[in-house]
Each structure stands twice: as C-alpha cells, then as structure tokens.
C-alpha cells in the first residue's frame, strides 16, 4: 500500500523540465464509453466488464501521464498487467 510519502515521491515532477509542446494528446483513453456514460452502461446495459475496461484505461493513461510528464519512458503494452 501506498503511504502519502511515496505517492508524493511517484508523483513528484519538475514543471520547468517538461517540455513546452509535451504531445499529451496519444495518452488519452476515450474510443469506447466517458463518464457520463458509465450508469447507463451499469444500469441500463449491465455490461461492468465495459466499465472494468474503462476504468482500466483510465488507470494507464494516468500512469503514462505521469511517466511522460517525468520525462520517462512509457510503459509498453507487454509490460500491462489486467487482473
């Protein structure tokens, strides 16, 4: 489990090293379902593998997010985990 001391540390990054046109953009999860949509997926659909799917690609784009901001190598695809 994370405490607040080593999620400070993961998250910690330099503003000043990022670059000015950081390409944010190909991180971005969106080809399925948003978040306005997750109750009527839940509800009307019953479909929570969808939702799981969702959430799941938001939880990786964070971490992208984090590891491009920190100027480090993305994660690759092999190296995803789904459990």
């Given amino acids: 489990m994370l405490d607040k001391l080593n999620l ?3 998250l ?7 670059p000015e046109h950081a390409d944010l953009e ?3 999860p969106r080809d399925d379902i948003d978040g ?3 109750r009527d997926v839940f509800y009307k659909e019953k ?3 969808r939702i799981v799917t969702y959430c799941e690609k938001d939880v990786i ?3 992208q997010l984090i590891l491009k901001l920190r100027q ?3 994660l690759e ?3 995803l985990i789904s459990v």
Avoid: K, M
């Avoid at 910690?12 to 990022?18: A, G, H």
């Fill in 47 to 49: 479909d929570l593998d």
């Fill in 72 to 74: 480090e190598e993305l």
């Fill in 36 to 38: 306005s949509q997750v």
């Fill in 77 to 79: 695809d092999h190296e």
């Fill in 61 to 63: 784009a964070v971490a």
């Fill in 8 to 10: 400070e540390h993961i």
């Fill in 12 to 18: 910690f990054l330099d503003i000043e090293t990022v």
């Fill in 26 to 28: 190909d991180l971005s």
